[in-house]
């Protein structure tokens, strides 16, 4: 039996990247919202952001050390089933890798001890600090991660010697067409993820009346970020379709299964794309809104996928649902956001047990949509994995064979499923325990901001033993 390695190599590089990306998903946010709780807690000295912060600090601990064991993973395979690609990137790409690894996982790794160990050890000021700094690590990598795999859909400020990227100018290369959206795009969708995770959470602990006080806190704070974070999605994400359709315009071609180039085009709700009939069956459209949306004029212009050679097209069903999976996932959030702050005008919130049921139920919702967003993205950009310059038949590692990858690739899967439960377990038995029973002694966490600091927490603060 013949196994293609390069159509293996993309699948064992799916599995490993749709596995990690939903762990930064939950600890970018995450960690911002634990800052702002460490900041309410200074500003106040209200303990009950004490303990929604140290709660949710063990949560992110979890999340993180499976994050860095995942991420582990996909630079190895840069070198092991990627060599190609990696030699004629290297030059650009790994100053990028290098840099998210200098100023996010230093600060993230330095600073997640002292908010794990500090609560009894410095003051609450500093332990509000390395919140903070854990945050901004997050931030840091999101911006080099973007920046790279930005580059690698709007490739710019490069030159090609010997079939060999190297960077012209380092502004073009970071700051580069497409980047300020996506990145913008993903931060707001990984903020959005955690804000139904912290409503969900504090809806499950009303349902089952642990940590009251708590869990309307939570829910609070979640549905006023979520009020702002979700509308304004809607609108990064319109901005970048137009950048997508000014330089990646097979890749908007293939999201709406869009064959003919034309004007007025209409939207696909729903269809079956077929790719050697070049056509789609069982359309559902709605007349000219297409290119009202995707222009922003009723007669404007959308290119279609007959305008580019048969090889140069990207699959096309993937992106085409995976959109409309994303785009779902929206629409839903948005109005439970509507329906929550109606029941909050109403005074109902917090009693209304079919919304906190349905808030539970929506956890899930910001991480299936960073999932079809992130295959949109990666299927659409296909065949290349430089866009426009690199194919990736010519980016696998040229010795690589069929079976090799299999072996690797099932030995990723057994891992993958064994890790991963086991992480969400330790988390679900969090959840259900709750803020109150997680957090530590209450005299333990009354330290006054105003009072002396010791020298050993000095210490700690400045990195010394």
């Avoid at 996010?104 to 790794?109: D, P």
């Avoid at 490739?155 to 959206?181: H, M, R, T």
């Avoid at 007025?264 to 009939?277: G, Q, R, S, Y």
Wanted: hydrophobic letters at 55%.
């Amino acid at each position: 039996m013949h196994f293609d390695p390069i159509l293996l190599s993309r699948v064992q590089f799916a599995w490993v990247i749709a596995w990690h990306i939903l762990l930064p998903a939950f600890t970018v946010g995450t960690a911002s919202f634990i800052a702002v709780c460490e900041a309410l807690a200074l500003a106040t000295g209200r303990e009950v952001y004490v303990r929604i912060s140290t709660f949710w600090t063990k949560l992110f601990a979890i999340a993180f050390g499976m994050g860095v064991v995942s991420g582990l993973v996909m630079p190895f395979q840069f070198g092991t089933n990627w060599s190609r690609y990696a030699s004629a990137t290297a030059n650009v790409l790994s100053p990028l890798f290098a840099y998210e690894g200098l100023t996010a996982f230093f600060l993230e790794a330095g600073f997640l001890g002292v908010l794990l160990f500090g609560r009894t050890r410095v003051p609450r000021w500093a332990h509000f600090i390395a919140a903070l700094m854990v945050a901004i690590g997050t931030l840091f990598s999101t911006f080099w991660i973007l920046s790279a795999n930005s580059w690698m859909q709007t490739p710019a400020g490069y030159e090609i010697i010997n079939d060999q990227f190297f960077p012209k100018d380092w502004l073009e290369v970071i700051f580069n067409p497409s980047f300020p959206y996506r990145l913008a795009h993903t931060a707001i969708a990984f903020f959005t993820t955690t804000g139904f995770v912290v409503l969900g959470v504090g809806a499950y602990l009303l349902r089952a009346d642990r940590s009251p006080q708590e869990a309307r806190i939570m829910m609070s704070m979640a549905l006023w970020s979520l009020t702002v974070l979700v509308p304004l999605q809607m609108v990064i994400g319109d901005m970048h379709g137009l950048n997508t359709r000014e330089y990646q315009p097979a890749k908007l071609a293939a999201i709406e299964a869009r064959w003919e180039t034309g004007n007025a085009v209409p939207l696909t709700l729903f269809a079956i794309p077929d790719d050697k009939a070049e056509r789609n069956r069982f359309a559902i459209e709605i007349p000219v809104l297409g290119s009202l949306i995707l222009t922003h004029d009723i007669h404007g212009e959308v290119k279609g996928l007959k305008d580019f050679p048969a090889d140069q097209r990207p699959p096309v069903a993937i992106p085409f649902f995976a959109f409309r999976a994303m785009v779902g996932c929206a629409v839903v959030m948005l109005a439970l956001v509507v329906l929550g702050g109606w029941l909050r005008w109403r005074g109902r919130l917090y009693e209304t047990r079919w919304y906190l049921l349905a808030c539970q139920c929506a956890v899930p919702l910001g991480f299936i949509a960073v999932i079809a967003g992130w295959f949109v993205t990666e299927v659409g950009r296909q065949p290349w994995t430089v866009y426009g310059l690199l194919r990736t038949t010519a980016s696998v590692t040229p010795s690589l064979t069929g079976s090799e990858v299999t072996l690797s690739l099932l030995a990723y899967i057994s891992v993958y499923l064994l890790i991963y439960p086991a992480g969400l377990i330790l988390l679900f038995r969090l959840v259900r325990t709750g803020p109150l029973a997680t957090s530590e002694a209450a005299p333990a966490t009354e330290l006054s901001p105003a009072a002396p600091v010791p020298a050993r927490a000095i210490n700690i603060v400045k990195g010394e033993m």
